[in-house]
Each structure stands twice: as structure tokens, then as C-alpha cells.
């Protein structure tokens, strides 16, 4: 067995730790975040997307509505990074169908309604939204009403208004208390 050198043993791990580093650059590389925002929303499609939010999650006296927790904004980011073409599609189209409806239904926009109407015009596609589900095939894309009023309760509940103002709050750790009585034979608190 040939004795190495102290130099031939540096430069030998040089070469293998970067080998290893820039391996794991071209490894990571396709680990990266997706580019965000790609257009796929209209500032006049966030509006009407607080507006559907704000229908289903209103302000009361006690709590802000979904307008204040940006579920607008939550929309637009969860359906363009996270949702595949499909549903990005199926969501996009969606919010045509919903004016649609309301222009053939009341003669006007979404956005002109008045608070009823607007109400109204949700449940009955709703009601559409759960007939579509129980019939629809297997592989079928969801009703995008359905993926509208889920994106609106996770980001509402989720969001800084929703949690801390409609539900109850607890901070997690808690608070940190440093002296704290301690008597012989107490259990240790966890770390």
C-alpha cells in the first residue's frame, strides 16, 4: 500500500468535496422556486374574487371579512403556483362563468349587486357547484366554485385577521416566563 502525502491527501479531498459541491448545484438547480406571478390574473379578477370572498366570509362585529385578509391576492397566489393548467383553467374560466351568470341572471355584473343579490346568486351556484360533484366522472375537474370557496376558508383562517380576530388565539410556544419556582422532585420542563 503506497503512502499518500499530506499534499496529495488535500488535494485529493478538494477535489472530491468540489465535485460534491458543484454536483450538488446541478442536483439543486431543478429544486428551485418556480418564477412567480405569471399573469394569469387581472387586477379586475382580484377585485371580484375579494368581492366572491367577502360574500362568503363577511365582516361582522366581532371579525373582519375575507376582504381584509387579501383572500383575493391568497387566490391568485395558491392558483398560479400551486394548481396545475387544468385547474388554473377550470378557476380562470370560472370567474367568466360567474359574471355570466350574474349578467343573464340580474342584468348586471357581479360586482354591481347589491349584498342579497350577491348572496343569492353564490348559493344558487353552490347548489350547482354540489349537484356537479355528485354527478361528475371520476376524473372529471372539480366545479370551480368549489375551489373558490375552499381557497377562501383556508386563506381567511389561515391569515393574520382570520386567526387572530375570528378564532381563538394562542400564541405557540407561548410566553417564555425565565424564573419560574422550581421545587426538589418537580419533573424537568421540556426543551
Known sequence: MKKITRREAITTSALVLGGTLVGSQVLLTACSAPKKGTGLFSVDDIKILDEIGETILPAT??????????????????????????N????LEGIIKLDDFSRTTYNKKFMNLSGPEKQDLLVAVDEEAKKYCHNKPKNAPRHYFSLMKELTMKGYFTSEPGATKALR???IPGRYDGCVDYAKGDPAWAT
Open 61 to 86: 362585529a366581532s371579525s373582519p371579512g375575507a376582504r381584509e385578509a387579501s383572500i383575493g391576492k391568497f387566490m391568485q397566489i395558491m392558483v398560479t403556483d400551486c394548481f396545475d393548467s387544468d
Open 88 to 91: 388554473q383553467k377550470v378557476f
Open 169 to 171: 388565539y394562542v400564541p
